[in-house]
């Protein structure tokens, strides 16, 4: 295996680094504080190029590699975790179903937009009553004539506050099972599209996270995403992707823990002399790089593999669950280090802590990843 990164995915990930640290590093708190979603920061991912990195460059995106997407999204979660949801949601949940089962001129009308970072997208399959059993959602999308009449209501839908398009998944056929769920781009133009509750959450705060309304949306029949009834495999598809981005948004979350706490283990003095000298802090911060670089590893492993173009739904499911639930255990323990300070809002391992225990739900539970890992074993 070859550990070395290739000059374009470094460009790319010092571009991202250097972007986080100035543009992002000065406001992360505030905006978390606020809940504030940074759109002016957002808007400048899109210049860089940031929010289309693996989007083939004649659909508007950089033609890069997955590779080089993860190493972004690791960066930019480095300093602001919700910054790295936006960036992951858009590219991986809106942008690849598109640029993967999208006509040509779906391509040209939406990829474009969104690949190039003018427009943010959104992708809205979670339902009040269908989460992990996503094929239970009752949205449904009547067909008459050359158009789709849609009707549901979609929750927990990350930039669903900001997307100018959706990828919306609904039933065609009611008594088909998965087999009549079907997937469309929808504007947020369309008569009777409406953004509804906005959820007010643990963590992320300066990510949008709302309820999507769809009240007899007309939705032209060119916009049906793949076939009828082939939606459950777009979302699917699309959620073996985006696990990626999710573990890549976790690596950096743990990356900022583990940085902060060496830090702080330095500078902080007990008993005379810096804590950093005890062994059982030694002994957590050895944890914490031992559990982050295996999650690190395990999510360019997945990422290289989708990129070599092999099966890599068992490997981004590991990654997943691994770098998640590490993130969280790495946070716990940065909070430990910090002592009293790690609770306050003075220093920023709280937040970090909060961003962390997202990474364990959306984009399919720990759960649901040790059953896509079971699963593929035991078949």
Not at 66 to 90: D, F, K, Q, W
Request: proline letters at 2%.
């Amino acid at each position: 295996m070859d550990f070395q990164l290739s000059e374009i995915q470094s460009m790319i990930r010092d571009t991202a680094r250097d972007f986080a640290e100035k543009e992002l590093r000065p406001i992360a708190a505030q905006i978390d504080a606020e809940c504030r979603f940074p759109e002016e920061v957002v808007a400048k991912m899109g210049e860089l190029g940031l929010l289309g990195i693996y989007i083939p460059e004649e659909w508007g995106g950089a033609g890069a590699d997955m590779l080089s997407y993860a190493l972004a999204v690791e960066e930019i979660s480095r300093i602001c975790g919700s910054t790295g949801v936006t960036l992951s949601a858009h590219t991986s949940l809106a942008c690849d179903p598109i640029a993967t089962f999208g006509t040509e001129e779906q391509k040209q009308k939406y990829l474009t937009p969104l690949a190039s970072g003018s427009v943010l997208g959104c992708f809205a399959l979670t339902e009040p009553g269908a989460g992990s059993d996503a094929a239970s959602g009752i949205a449904t999308a009547e067909k008459q004539g050359d158009e789709y009449i849609l009707n549901g209501t979609k929750n927990f839908i990350t930039n669903g506050g900001t997307a100018e398009y959706a990828v919306v998944f609904a039933k065609t056929d009611k008594s088909a099972g998965t087999g009549g769920i079907s997937a469309f781009i929808v504007e947020r133009a369309y008569e009777g599209y409406s953004v509804g509750k906005v959820e007010h959450k643990l963590g992320i705060n300066a990510s949008t996270t709302v309820e999507l309304v769809f009240e007899n949306v007309h939705v032209p029949a060119a916009n049906l995403l793949a076939e009828e009834g082939k939606g459950f495999k777009v979302a699917m598809n699309t959620l073996n992707g985006g696990r990626i981005g999710i573990a890549a948004q976790a690596v950096g979350i743990a990356q900022a823990a583990l940085d902060d706490s060496v830090t702080f283990a330095k500078e902080r003095v007990q008993f005379g002399k810096p804590i950093a000298n005890l062994q059982a802090i030694q002994w957590m911060i050895a944890d914490m790089k031992t559990k982050l670089d295996a999650a690190r590893l395990l999510t360019y492993r997945a990422a290289a593999l989708k990129d070599a173009g092999q099966n890599y739904i068992q490997e981004s499911a590991i990654a997943k669950l691994f770098a998640s639930e590490a993130c969280t255990w790495i946070t716990h323990k940065g909070i430990q280090v910090h002592g009293g300070y790690g609770y306050s809002k003075e220093y920023p391992m709280e937040r970090y802590y909060r961003d962390a225990r997202i990474t364990e739900i959306y984009e399919g539970t720990s759960e649901i990843q040790r059953l896509v890992i079971a699963s593929m074993l035991l078949r």
